[in-house]
């Protein structure tokens, strides 16, 4: 099956720094990926969707300024948590359709978050 | 109210045992449903799509009532590598955007 890569898998940092985690479609291209974000016990969320060539659409409640998402390429999406604080601290998850099955949408391993 | 709502459990059962949980969906215009899993700390994966004649992969048969807008997952034979949090997902068709219910615990006991 298609797969999705996450990267870092893991990170630290200090509040106030940025953290840029990268989601990629291995053998696939994507112009749609989406990112969501899943707190302890609670069910994953949407923040926005990436799409290629074009600004990233957010979802209600979420700081597109804060957020920054980044679609370079078809196979490329990016996300920067900037100024980050304790409460951004959480497992953040990409996943990429394949075009033209968008019901099949491939999730990468998620990137564990932790802001201090 | 939440877009996808979920028993969250946890459902501990005995090796060989069935075990069944639901999900309801509130959006009407909702046009596939699925069901993921969770291991602890990883990515969802696709368990199984959710047709409304209902369908059966193996062990699993998942059921689709649109009228009562409710999404149903029943394991037979428990495996102890059964136990995850399943995951209710719903998806509309104009934008493909999934919502993700928070989850059903299991436990498959030896």
């Known amino acids: 099956g298609a797969v999705v890569s996450q990267h870092p898998s893991r990170v630290i940092c200090k509040s106030g720094t940025s953290v840029k985690i990268e989601c990629r479609s291995l053998?696939?291209?994507?112009?749609?990926m989406f990112w969501y974000r899943q707190f302890p016990k609670q069910s994953l969320m949407l923040m926005a969707t990436?799409?290629?060539?074009?600004?990233?659409?957010?979802e209600q409640g979420v700081e597109k300024d804060k957020f920054l998402i980044n679609h370079a390429s078809l196979t490329l999406s990016t996300l920067t948590v900037t100024s980050a604080h304790p409460e951004d601290s959480s497992f953040y998850i990409c996943?990429?359709?394949?075009?033209?099955?968008?019901?099949?949408?491939?999730f990468g391993p998620g990137t564990r978050l932790t802001v201090t | 109210r939440k877009e996808v709502e979920q028993d969250p459990g946890p459902f501990n059962v005995p090796e060989g045992a069935t075990v069944a949980f639901n999900c309801t969906y509130s959006?009407?215009?909702?046009?596939?449903f699925f069901w993921y899993r969770q291991d602890c700390r990883k990515e969802p994966k696709l368990l199984m799509s959710?047709?409304?004649s209902g369908n059966e992969d193996g062990r699993f048969t998942a059921q689709l009532n649109r009228a009562s807008q409710y999404i149903s997952l029943l394991i037979r034979d428990s495996k102890l590598s059964d136990s995850a949090t399943y995951l209710c997902?719903?998806?509309?068709?104009?934008?493909?955007?999934?919502?993700f219910g928070a989850g059903t615990t299991v436990t498959v006991r030896a």
């Open positions: 959006n009407s215009a909702s046009q596939s």
């Open positions: 990436s799409n290629e060539g074009s600004k990233a659409t957010y």
């Open positions: 996943s990429a359709p394949q075009e033209g099955a968008f019901k099949e949408q491939y």
């Open positions: 997902v719903v998806m509309r068709s104009n934008d493909y955007k999934l919502s």
């Open positions: 959710v047709y409304s």
């Open positions: 053998d696939f291209q994507a112009t749609t």
